[in-house]
């Protein structure tokens, strides 16, 4: 039983093999351009790689202060409880 | 293609196709070929290709956000397609769900199991997957409703026979590919929890996996402990090409943002480069005095740029095309486990077993 089992992975392997020796291939010289090519036409668009203007990266601007944002959140959720109180009467 | 039988083989009593040792003879012999043949198309390397571009200036790059409410090591992250939501998983078994422009937890859910590690957030944004020890992969929408539990929403969706170590939505919320300690990959229907296709290849631990962009079709790529990279058909079950260069586990592997490539990161110290249509590796990222392992790797926007996340606490970053590092970022006090970019490519995340997350610009 092991034998067969040990065959059959043999068997697999080697038509796994054949397929992957039967892949067209390119040059890599033609890769690597290929590559090179896609980096420099996209590198305008890369923030990380150029920087963007400032303003429009929201990680570099400094972000207001949570507790200030809490307490905005608090007098916004007071306001809408009286608002509901006022109609209902 | 048929091979000539030496005269000893056209003796035996058996089939002289059938015999172990002689396919044992035969897949050495294709072995050999396929060295052979790629290495007939290696005339020249990508960094003397690369010689005439610009080199990188210097890099400013910071850590602008601390994501600070895991009780123990980061094990995994992801964005969200709205470029400012991040989903997290750690050891201690809770998954968040960060606002990363303000550093908030919007959803914490607490698995039943520790080591969480794998998370992923589904391309709607409404909802994650995670799993880890309890060799499953579960999806639990996220709910408007803060106040609502969102474990009593949770659907398991992927059962394997040991550990999952990555997952991945495809192009919609309705299938997940799955990656486990069990050796296999698996692509799933989320709402049936149905096997649609299962991916054998691997002799150990698969520990990680990236989708194919979307472009470029229905392919992916997964990296395991036996060293090897394979890349497959979604389709067919099918391992179309497989990479063998590296000496140790591979931890990470990420597509080149034009999908004709692919990075890797492995306990050996380096990060390479294969390319797809070379059909060989084409670079490799290291340095003498870079000793401990790579465990996650991201590409800038344009695929420049190779972020690599370190076990000795460190971020370096790596000109793709020259083969140099430009820059080392400290600030983890403990592993580098996860680092992604962000969708738009305006920063990157890294994830750390100091129990917290940095979000760097």
């Known amino acids: 039983m092991t034998s067969n089992s040990n065959l059959s992975n043999m068997r697999r392997l080697v038509d796994q093999l054949k397929l992957e020796a039967s892949v067209e291939r390119i040059k890599v010289s033609q890769a690597a351009a290929e590559l090179q090519q896609y980096c420099l036409q996209n590198a305008a668009k890369d923030a990380l790689l150029v920087g963007v ?30 608002i509901g109180t006022q109609k209902n009467d | 293609m048929r091979f000539s039988i030496s005269p000893e083989m056209a003796t035996q009593e058996v089939q002289p196709n059938e015999t172990l040792s002689n396919l044992k003879a035969e ?63 750690s ?24 080591w969480v590690m794998a998370c992923a957030y589904a391309p709607s944004g409404c909802a994650v997957a995670c799993g880890g020890l309890d060799n499953k992969c579960s999806v ?15 659907k398991s969706v992927a059962m394997h026979t040991n550990y999952l170590s990555a997952c991945s939505f495809t192009n919609s919320d309705m ?80 597509y080149y943002p034009s999908g004709d490539a692919f990075a890797s990161g492995s306990d050996d110290a380096t990060c390479r480069l294969y390319d797809l249509r070379a059909d060989r590796e084409v670079a490799i990222y290291s340095k003498e005095s870079i000793i401990f392992g790579a465990s996650s790797v991201d590409f800038s926007l344009s695929g420049r740029l190779l972020f690599g996340g370190y076990n000795d606490y460190t971020i370096n970053v790596w000109d793709v095309l020259k083969g140099t590092r430009v820059s080392i970022l400290f600030g983890h006090e403990n592993r580098v486990s996860a680092l992604r970019v962000s969708p738009d490519g305006t920063a990157f995340c890294s994830g750390s077993w100091d129990h917290t997350l940095r979000v760097w610009a």
């Not at chain 2, 050891?91 to 520790?114: R, Y």
């Not at chain 2, 992916?220 to 497989?242: E, L, P």
């Open chain 2, 91 to 114: 050891q201690d078994g809770k998954v968040i769900v960060w606002d990363a422009f303000t550093t908030n937890k919007e959803h914490a859910v607490t698995m039943p199991c520790t």
């Open chain 2, 27 to 89: 897949s050495d012999t294709l072995k050999t070929k396929l060295e052979d043949e790629r290495a007939k198309l290696h005339d020249v390397e990508l960094h003397q290709v690369a010689e005439k571009v610009d080199g990188l200036g210097q890099f400013i790059m910071k850590t602008r956000r601390t994501l600070k409410g895991h009780g123990n090591k980061v094990l995994c992250m992801d964005w969200c397609k709205d470029k400012r939501r991040i989903v997290s998983s």
């Open chain 1, 53 to 82: 203007p400032t303003g429009s990266n929201p990680f570099r601007e400094p972000r207001s202060c949570n507790l200030f944002q809490g307490q905005q959140n608090i007098r916004i959720m007071q306001r809408k409880t009286y």
């Open chain 2, 140 to 154: 639990y929408p996220l709910s408007l409703d803060k106040n609502e539990n969102l474990a009593a929403k949770k």
């Open chain 2, 175 to 254: 299938q997940i590919l799955t990656s486990s300690g069990d050796g296999t990959c698996a692509l799933w229907d989320v709402e049936s929890g149905q096997l649609l296709q299962s991916f054998h290849g691997h002799a150990a631990d698969v520990l990680c996996l990236d989708l194919a962009p979307s472009e470029t079709g229905n392919t992916f790529i997964s990296g395991g402990c036996d060293k090897k990279a394979n890349v497959w058909d979604m389709r067919s079950g099918q391992c179309i090409q497989s990479f063998e260069t590296h000496e140790s586990d591979i931890n990470s592997v990420r």
